[in-house]
């Protein structure tokens, strides 16, 4: 199912991002 593929996709960015935001937070 792509539908699905991509779902799962945008959550792995979307997880990436928000361990690499919470990084930058750390640095400020």
Not at 2 to 8: F, G, T, Y
Not at 9 to 28: C, K, P
Request: net charge negative; proline share 0%; charged share 45%.
């Amino acid at each position: 199912d792509v539908k699905a593929l991509i779902e799962k996709i945008r959550t792995v960015v979307r997880d990436q991002f928000d361990v690499e935001l919470e990084l930058e937070i750390e640095i400020w």
